[in-house]
C-alpha cells in the first residue's frame, strides 16, 4: 500500500536559519506532492503543489524540491522566523484522485 | 467568503450515541471529503464526494455515514459512538480542476 513518512520528532531550529523538512514515500508514482502547515487547534493550509515533472519550486521564503528517482520531498523554509513555528504536513494525490497525508513534522523556531 | 465551517468545535459524547458533524462550504466545490487525524497518524479518509448525490468510502468508513444532498453541505454522521472513535475530524473541498484543499477548522470529538 502507499505509504508516507514525514519524521515525527519535532525539528527544532535557530531563528534565521535554513529549515529543511523531508518526505517520502514508497509504492507509489504521485503526479504531483503537496505540503501543508497546520497550527494548533486549525486545519491545514495549503502552501506549495510540485508536479512530478517539477524539480523546484519556490514561494517567497519557501522551497520544494521533488526527487522521483528517490521518492523524496523536501521542504525548505529559509531565514525562518518564529512564526514559521508549525507542523508541516505532505500530501500525495492517490489513483482515486484523493490525498494520502502523512503524519506530519512539528517545527519548532527558537528566537 | 467563510470557506469550511464546521460544527461544533468540540463534542463530548457517551458510548452507543450518535450524532451529526456538520459541514458546509460556500466555493461552490465540487468534491469534499471528511478525515480524522489522530497523535502521530497522517490525516485519514472516511468518507468522500465528488458532486452533489455522489459519495464513496475512504480508508476507514466503519461506523460513519455521509450523504451530500447538495453541493454546500456534506455531514457526517456516528451511528453509535465507540470510544476508538475519539479524534479530531476535519472537512475539506476543493475544486475538480483545482489540487488545493481547503480545510475547516475541525471537531475535537471525545466518546467515553
Known amino acids: 500500500s502507499q505509504k508516507i513518512e514525514q519524521n515525527s520528532e519535532a525539528l527544532n531550529i535557530q531563528e534565521g536559519k535554513t529549515a529543511t523538512l523531508t518526505c517520502n514515500y514508497t509504492n507509489y508514482s504521485p503526479a504531483y506532492l503537496q505540503w501543508y502547515r497546520q497550527d494548533p487547534g486549525r486545519g491545514p493550509v495549503f502552501l506549495l503543489l510540485?508536479?512530478?515533472n517539477e524539480k523546484e519550486k519556490r514561494k517567497e521564503r519557501l522551497k520544494v524540491t521533488f526527487d522521483t528517482t528517490l521518492k523524496q520531498s523536501l521542504f525548505h523554509i529559509t531565514a525562518s522566523q518564529p512564526a514559521d513555528s508549525a507542523t508541516y504536513l505532505c500530501?500525495?494525490?492517490?489513483?482515486?484522485?484523493?490525498?494520502?497525508w502523512g503524519a506530519g513534522t512539528k517545527l519548532i523556531i527558537k528566537p | 467568503n467563510a470557506g469550511v465551517t464546521q460544527t461544533p468545535k468540540f463534542q463530548v459524547l457517551k458510548t452507543g450515541q450518535s450524532m451529526t458533524l456538520q459541514c458546509a462550504q460556500d466555493?461552490?466545490?465540487?468534491?469534499m471529503s471528511w478525515y480524522r487525524q489522530d497523535p502521530g497518524m497522517g490525516l485519514r479518509l472516511i468518507h468522500y464526494s465528488v458532486g452533489a448525490g455522489i459519495t464513496d468510502q475512504g480508508e476507514v468508513p466503519n461506523g460513519y455515514n455521509v450523504s451530500r444532498s447538495t453541493t454546500e453541505d456534506f455531514p457526517l454522521r456516528l451511528l453509535s459512538a465507540a470510544p476508538s472513535q475519539t479524534s479530531v475530524y476535519f472537512c475539506?473541498?476543493?475544486?475538480?480542476?483545482?489540487?488545493?484543499?481547503?480545510f475547516g477548522q475541525g471537531t475535537r470529538l471525545t466518546v467515553v
Open positions: 500530501a500525495l494525490k492517490d489513483s482515486n484522485y484523493q490525498l494520502i
Open positions: 466555493m461552490n466545490h465540487e468534491y
Open positions: 510540485i508536479r512530478e
Open positions: 475539506a473541498s476543493r475544486s475538480r480542476r483545482n489540487t488545493e484543499a481547503f
